[in-house]
């Protein structure tokens, strides 16, 4: 049993003894592992000191944010200016990666590493506060529009013109943030000399490739002017009353490429901006908010029309819905059976011109079915007696009336 072993074990010395090539590519093998153990001690080495550096350069400027923003929020209160408190808001977060960036920047001539790697790093955070710079371009214009908004306010009765204003701000603004995104990736793209040299080289057919781009965003495009228009001449403003494909609703957001319609019943309607310049549409806050409000009622031909109209202006006038302007009763048409009476009043805006013809409606039926029932609709029929001979008898003929409603 043992004797098997040993003796396997005395062929396997022989073997390696009688293949000195095998015992020179296990000690090669050794060497290069302990000299690459050795070369990542000292890369190691090598890297820990920059680590270190830029570390310490990122935490240093996230202190330095945080100190300078705390003392700001002391010194700025909520309750003063609009603006002091937009640009402190929006411009922290900007700067919480602008200060590690600029952090970086002044750290890099100070670390012990090739001038080709420092190159690579500066130019990657040379990318990095160039898309800083144009969100904090962007964040500026968003103060500008917060400050806007805080003197031109839509919580108010008479607010057109601050809807007109707030409606060109709004996409004005997110126009100019599209351009500044555009400048500032093409400003990236040509930091690589490769894209710096193709560019050059398509300078020169500039018009083949300006139609083909041209084609290729013909819907951005379209938009974007599309915009530019509704800025300008202004078909819809926020909070506009619109009716869109027979859609009831209010002007939420207006958007670059689109625009966010919130109808009665909190639904959404997204709307291509092209469609308020291409298609028919109502806006009833135009130029005013206040409108013309209409109920129709049915009434026997017995109805006392003057008592339907002093009982209407009762109505209007024990109501804050009523702006004091039209109170018209009218009877506008009329059939074989009944009356057609119209009562048309005016209130401030669209919704209070619907409340006010929902309490107008309930109340004209409620007078009705108190003071005068009978003025209600009826159907009437007259019904002759006939004798056995089939002439009417003398005297004969009676009316009969059927309460239908």
């Not at 350069?57 to 003392?71: D, E, G, K, N, R």
């Not at 411009?91 to 690579?120: C, G, H, N, Y």
């Not at 781009?213 to 530019?228: C, E, F, Q």
């Not at 509704?230 to 009831?248: C, H, K, M």
Request: aromatic share 10%; with cysteine; net charge positive.
């Amino acid at each position: 049993m043992f004797g098997g072993n040993f003796s396997g074990l005395s062929k396997g010395f022989a073997w390696t003894a009688s293949n000195p090539w095998r015992t020179a590519g296990r000690i090669e093998f050794w060497e290069r592992g302990s000299k690459t153990l050795e070369q990542l001690w000292q890369n190691w080495q090598v890297w820990l000191w920059p680590a270190i550096i830029l570390v310490s350069s990122i935490f240093l400027a996230f202190i330095v944010h945080f100190v300078l923003f705390a003392l700001a929020k002391r010194v700025v209160k909520p309750t003063d200016e609009a603006i002091g408190n937009s640009l402190l808001r929006r411009a922290e977060k900007a700067t919480r990666w602008i200060f590690p960036l600029l952090a970086i920047i002044l750290a890099l001539p100070a670390l012990p590493v090739r001038s080709e790697l420092v190159e690579m790093l500066r130019h990657a955070v040379g990318l990095g506060v160039i898309a800083a710079l144009a969100w904090v371009i962007i964040l500026l214009t968003d103060v500008f529009g917060d400050a806007v908004y805080a003197r031109y306010r839509t919580d108010h009765a008479d607010n057109l013109t601050a809807r007109q204003i707030r409606t060109q701000i709004t996409v004005l603004r997110r126009i100019f943030a599209l351009l500044v995104i555009v400048v500032a990736s093409g400003i990236g793209l040509m930091t690589f000399p490769a894209i710096h040299q193709l560019g050059t080289s398509l300078l020169a057919s500039a018009g083949i490739a300006g139609i083909v781009v041209g084609m290729a965003m013909k819907s951005t495009l379209s938009s974007l002017i599309a915009g530019l228009q509704i800025a300008l001449t202004q078909p819809i403003r926020i909070d506009d009353v619109v009716v869109v494909n027979g859609e009831w609703g209010r002007i939420e957001e207006i958007l670059t490429t689109y625009v966010v319609v919130r109808t009665w019943d909190l639904r959404r309607l997204v709307v291509p901006l092209s469609y308020f310049i291409e298609n028919v549409f109502q806006n009833w806050t135009r130029r005013t908010s206040d409108i013309l409000a209409y109920v129709y009622i049915y009434a026997d031909y017995t109805a006392p029309v003057e008592e339907l109209r002093h009982e209407f202006r009762r109505i209007l006038e024990s109501t804050p819905l009523w702006d004091q302007k039209v109170c018209v009763l009218q009877v506008t048409d009329v059939s074989e059976h009944t009356m057609q009476i119209r009562a048309m009043t005016s209130a401030a805006d669209s919704s209070k011109a619907w409340d006010l013809r929902c309490l107008v409606r309930e109340e004209l039926i409620k007078f009705q079915q108190e003071k005068y029932p009978n003025s209600l609709p009826k159907a009437r029929a007259e019904i002759y007696r006939f004798p056995a001979n089939g002439s009417p008898m003398e005297g004969a003929p009676f009316r009969a009336r059927t309460g239908n409603l």
